[in-house]
């Protein structure tokens, strides 16, 4: 018996899932324009397929498993559970208008002509905040539709915010913030119930690990406990005497977030060379 997972067989989130499922020790040999792979050493079958057709396929059981972007998952609305947060394939779903244009608030757009993909989660959005503007839908190419006369505004997905600059348009309101997250069946098996939350320890482990720093420092002696109590560590610092007497080498974890106030805090304290290196797996 394999878990099965469905994957974007090309595009952003392609290369990054392949990754997710390397780095979680599964190696897949992605045959190109495949459908199919089966991992070499977890019993995982990966499907490789557009990822607007995701959400129905786990729904079905067809997969049992999968990852598309937050965005795609809300504008499909299928009977699927969220698993897990992925952090890659960051993005917002934002309503932009021409640059030229004035705009003050989200009740402007009334009676405008917007353009969109996402249909669904616009016509939402825009139901809660009151405004009745009209919504055309269209499948690509939206960032075009002011420039030809298609639509007054569009509400597309924005990462640098390049595509709409070259083309003459400025970001109003964001409508939805999303990243890449991994769906599940509702009605899985014992045994895949089992195999996912294997899957799913092994995704947690990479990201408490890319959350956190390994550092080390040399520190005198007579300041370990200030240091210390700066630097709480998994359980707690482990020091190591240096061959210099009075002087030790202190080992701990850091949050990535805590990570500069923590070293002012260090060198403050008298810490010196101090190393910070990634951590690759962290079990906590
Ligand atoms: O063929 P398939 O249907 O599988 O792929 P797709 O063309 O529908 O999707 P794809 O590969 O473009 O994107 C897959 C997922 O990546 C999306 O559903 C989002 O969750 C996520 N993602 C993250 C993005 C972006 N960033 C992004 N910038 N998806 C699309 N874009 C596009 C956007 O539509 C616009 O055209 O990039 C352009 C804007 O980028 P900037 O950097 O110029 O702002
Ligand atoms: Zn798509």
């Not at 995701?54 to 729904?59: A, H, L, N, R």
């Amino acid at each position: 018996m394999k878990l099965k997972i469905a994957i974007q067989k090309s595009g952003r989130l392609s290369e990054e899932s392949i990754r997710l499922l390397r780095d979680c020790g599964i190696e897949i040999s992605n045959g190109l324009n495949k459908l199919k792979a089966e991992a070499a050493n977890f019993p995982l079958e990966v499907f490789f397929l557009r990822d607007d057709d995701i959400p129905q396929y786990i729904e079905d059981g067809v997969a049992d498993i999968g990852i598309v972007g937050e965005n795609v998952l809300l504008e499909k609305n299928k009977n699927v559970r969220t698993i897990e947060k992925l952090g890659f394939g960051k993005c917002r779903l934002s309503i932009a208008i021409p640059r030229d244009k004035p705009f003050n608030s989200i009740k402007d757009l009334t009676k405008l002509k917007i353009a969109t993909s996402y249909s669904s989660i616009l016509s939402q959005y825009l139901k809660k905040k009151k405004v009745k503007a009209e919504i055309h839908e269209i499948s690509g190419s939206v960032e075009i539709a002011p420039g030809i006369g298609l639509a007054d505004a569009i509400c597309d997905l924005v990462s640098s915010g390049s595509t709409l600059l070259s083309n003459g348009l400025k970001e109003v309101e964001v409508v939805l913030r999303s990243e890449a997250v991994l769906l599940s069946n509702k009605n899985l098996s014992k045994e895949k119930k089992e195999l996912l939350s294997k899957l799913l320890f092994r995704i947690k482990a990479l990201r408490s690990a890319k959350n956190n720093k390994y550092i080390l420092l040399n520190a005198p002696n007579k300041k370990l406990k200030q240091i210390c109590n700066i630097l709480p560590g998994m359980k707690s610092p482990t020091i190591l005497p240096l061959a210099e007497k009075g002087w030790s080498s202190v080992h701990s974890v850091v949050k990535e977030d805590q990570f500069w106030e923590i070293i002012e805090k260090l060198k403050e304290n008298g810490a010196q060379g101090i190393l910070v290196v990634p951590i690759e797996k962290m079990i906590v």
